[in-house]
């Protein structure tokens, strides 16, 4: 299967800093990229989807001033946790959806942050 | 709207022993159906995968799935039990715009 990549795996911060998750896929180019946020023993929730070209659409109650998304190419996406909380600790996930028509998405390794 | 559930939070076999996770799901329109696996501090792998065609889908690692439209199920099986198959396991259906809804998943622990 297709190789997504995410930067940093972990990061501790402090309480009101920013944090930005680098999302990439290594070896095709993705039209439609997810966010997702999966906190302890819990199932994976939608952040926000976006499509090359185009803004993120973001999920009911998540905030978009909060969660910056660019889909900045084909391969590479970032998510950047603003003034960040630690309410918003969390294992944030990314994944894509080849433009080939293929239904299966393809999961980064996640990005644990931990905020304090 | 599209939903899945999984039935029992954390299921528990010995090695070699039967494997079976359940899953039902709701939906309006033909159902594209996925079980993914998580190791910890991991992301997900694609186990298997239902979009049309055969009913029985078989996967990685040994486990199947059977679609069944009157049961509203997909439920995932493997024969004989691994260690190395403990681990979190999720179901889940495609919305529109290849948006997946997981369900609560299922931690599966295998003793020796």
Redesign the interface.
Known sequence: ?AV?S?HPSRVICKSGTSVKIECRSLDFQAT?M?WYRQFPK?????MA?SNEGSKATYEQGVEKDKFLINHASLTLSTLTVTSAHPEDSS?Y?C?Y?PGTGD????????T?LTVL | AQSVTQLGSHVSVSEGALVLLRCNYSSSVPPYLFWYVQYPNQGLQLLLKYTTGATLVKGINGFEAEFKKSETSFHLTKPSAHMSDAAEYFCAVMRWGGKLIFGQGTELSVKP
């Open positions: 299967g997504v995410q439609t997810f819990q199932s994976l929730m939608l989807t294992f996930i994944s959806r239904n299966e998405q393809f999961f980064g390794p996640g644990r």
